[in-house]
């Protein structure tokens, strides 16, 4: 028998309608022995330190069935960096550092680790594994290279570019030679994009009456690539503002998880007229080319060629607020909460 | 100098607003002479035979800029079938039959003709360069087997399946082993497309209430691909209906071209969710594809593997109501204008 020690844990309360509040999760003290159970072969325990918060919550707090809800009186599934204390599995080993799928709680027993992976590089910050180098980064990587293609001279468009992955798809298009664009929902982003990320230029979209008339200002020549993030009314002027041949890579639609009636997008028939292709994709998917994104952007940290920026809240008790801060667009940066620091 | 003789042309007399009545279009006699003048370098001047009434032509005589308009007061540009009476080029000789760009009159000077193909296989009825041997034919093959990908097994959608492209791309998608299912507006399409072309399963949207109830029916396990004509409310039924890693090759959104109001599409994410690929493509963009497209097609129709079906009308005063008719869905099978037989 292990230890039983005490395990605070951020719990679905009841399933989000429209906006989510912080009451829509509860903080509950539960127990946990510090050792994997008989009959749970396959299983991984750890402690938490890092814990991811990541647009793609929204949709399963809520229960349209987008993507399968989460359960109720259950900590969420979340993305973190962990220490593993007890292992069932040959390639996990106590002591072992890893990133991937755990919970919002202390410590997790994982019991179906199938995006789980060791954290080999130790000279960079643990917390980055929660986004450039972990499911953030990979995100950008495979929908600007994989998806998109984008070749020197085309001119790419980036929404909530200070976010997580926008401010990293926006670095990796510059590194490819694209002119880049990035929006953001404050003065303080906007300048985040120009002075920091190397954007070529940025707006505050919460300034645009008319985010065709925006687009149409930094795009007199229209957009080849755009990384949505947003949907809706930005996804309907995107599409009056692409070239012919452009690509659409769908990383997210944060305009729509916390409203009640989805915006309908009323000029697909751009996607005929200027042949567009508009593809939805899953990171989870891709995570065969893990190693190869390392090999990327590695050197480009260690040489300070990227330039990565998080927004750090303070102990499992800051999760729901950092959560619910992700919509309001509090955060400046990759959201991440620190539970932990060994 | 030519004989010059006398030339029926079905002129644009408007723009339309919204839905096209035969009276937007008029019936002029204008003359012409039977020789290229001088000056027109490049030109080839042809008999029309067949004349192609093809949903395209409903986009440009609005003046949206989808794509652009046809001018005002002049003859529309559309596929035909045609005998080259004189040509500047060396390509095409005199007797030479041809088919691709041409106008809605008896004979054209064709100025710049970038989408011509002479016509070798003559064994062929000839109308059928202007559907299952032309621009239908290709548009078919290029969206299906191209932007689709389809593998044994899979299921397929083909909304306006009678159509000249539907049809086609059904019975290409039964040869590649997929389950397929139409939708078409009538009871006698709808036996069409199971009795003639082999479809299935069919249905007549219009006598759904509910697409996406009708589409749970024929796909209880969901779509795969999707060949998409329609656009608006069939989309949306479709993209709730669509399996994980479904294709939609968009080819056309009739449903959207004679409303002023275009449809909102609501339930874009997912594309996201399920990870949908939806890309719009334009034939003229692959005819470097048409040798292998023949290669494949003229066996099935000379080993009567596969059925082709046109809707044949006399005369070019016969133009103006075959294009209104393609919206009523007046047509059955491909729309096609005998303007002369030689």
Known sequence: MGEEISNKQVILNNYVKTSVKESDMLLRTSKIQLKIPSGCDGAVLVKNLYLSCDPFILLRIKEEHYIPPYKLDCPLI????????????????TGDLVWGHTRSEEYSLIKDPDILFKIHDKDLPLSYYTGILGMPGMTAYVGLFELCSPKKGETVYVSAASGAIGQLVGQFAKSAGCYVVGSAGSKEKVDLLKNKFGFDEAFNYKEEQDYNAALKRYFPDGIDIYFESVGGKMLEAVLSNMRHHGRVAVCGMISQYNIEQLEGVHNLLYLLTKRIRMEGFATFEHYHLYPKFLEMVVPLIKEEKITYVEDITQGIESMPGA??????????????????RE
Chains 1, 2 share one sequence.
């Open 78 to 93: 979340v993305f973190g960096v962990s220490k593993v204390l007890d292992s069932s599995l040959p390639n996990f080993k």
């Open 323 to 340: 959560i619910v801060g992700l919509f309001s667009g509090r955060n400046v940066g990759k959201q991440v909460v620190v539970v932990a």
